[in-house]
């Protein structure tokens, strides 16, 4: 995961958004699990009726969240 002291690196620092709908885990938890991994200027929120994250950040980042929560979006990850 990329943090803003590495903006200075060769890195994509493109700031994206994008929506995630969750299946099996519940949002609050998985938003929870996020928080640490984002970057400082990253804003995260949930939709608890339909069981969104919609999350802005580094598009570095955007894809690293996005392999962990298809990861942990699973009845088998010990999350849900």
């Known amino acids: 995961v ?3 002291e590495h903006l200075g690196k ?3 620092a493109d700031i ?3 929506v995630f ?3 099996s885990v519940d949002v609050d938890t998985a938003s929870a ?3 640490p991994l984002l970057s400082d200027t990253a804003q995260i929120s949930v939709v608890k009726n339909t069981n ?3 999350v802005t950040d580094l598009s570095s980042n955007i894809r690293e969240i996005a392999r962990l929560l ?3 979006d699973s ?3 010990g999350l849900v």
Do not use: A, G, M
């Open 70 to 72: 298809k990861s942990i």
């Open 16 to 18: 994206i958004t994008q």
């Open 52 to 54: 969104h994250l919609i």
């Open 10 to 12: 060769d890195v994509n």
């Open 75 to 77: 009845p088998q990850s």
């Open 2 to 4: 990329v943090t803003d």
């Open 33 to 35: 699990v996020l928080k």
């Open 21 to 23: 709908k969750l299946n």
